[in-house]
């Protein structure tokens, strides 16, 4: 997976603030805040959001192992969240729909991979590599916290961890979304929203 170095990573963020579509925009940055998987957010539905709990409750169905899965909303999530909804085609279950206006269709998986190559990120940089950016970063901070950045990952255990510790670390990882936000904030400056 291509993925830039942290030190790099403002600049990348800066331009995917300055890309054309708004919307796009938003979504390349919800990878980077929140580091799902590309096709989990590409799949993303508002009945998802609870803004209350400030959680994306993301159904087994579209998860790769199949098991459903929380990640916890920092603050910068939320106001991207709602921007996106204030700009979204009205009705519309998906965060992204399909441009061909179809309620059923949400934007197909290269249009994050064009939007990357079209702000000059052309082989350097792929949604997926958010991931990897995330977890290099966070397992270095947090080092003593190796399994909440898994489950943050929503990786799966392994060995005997695995077989018998089924905790999804949330408590912990709704401080560790929220640092990986402020940090993000304190690199690259906080996103200005229309």
Request: hydrophobic fraction near 40%; charged fraction near 25%.
């Amino acid at each position: 997976m291509k993925h830039v170095e942290m030190d790099e990573l403002p600049d990348l963020v800066n331009a995917i603030r300055g890309y054309r579509s708004e919307s796009i925009s938003i979504g390349l940055e919800l990878l980077v805040m929140l580091f799902p998987r590309p096709g989990e957010l590409r799949a993303a539905r508002w009945d998802q959001f609870n803004f209350e709990t400030k959680m994306w409750l993301r159904p087994a169905d579209v998860m790769k192992r199949r098991i459903p899965h929380a990640i916890p909303l920092p603050a910068q999530a939320i106001q991207l969240l709602y921007r996106l909804k204030e700009i979204s085609r009205n009705g519309n279950e998906y965060l992204f729909p399909s441009r061909s206006g179809s309620k059923e269709k949400f934007i197909s998986e290269v249009t994050f991979n064009r939007a990357l190559n079209r702000v000059g990120y052309n082989g350097k940089q792929n949604p997926h590599g958010f991931r990897h950016i995330a977890s290099t970063y966070l397992n270095d901070i947090f080092s003593d916290k190796e399994q909440v950045i898994e489950s943050a990952l929503s990786h799966q255990k392994t060995g005997v961890k695995g077989a018998y510790d089924k905790g999804a670390h949330l408590r912990e990882r709704v401080g560790v979304m929220q640092y990986w936000a402020d940090h993000l904030d304190s690199i690259c400056g906080v996103r200005l929203l229309k």
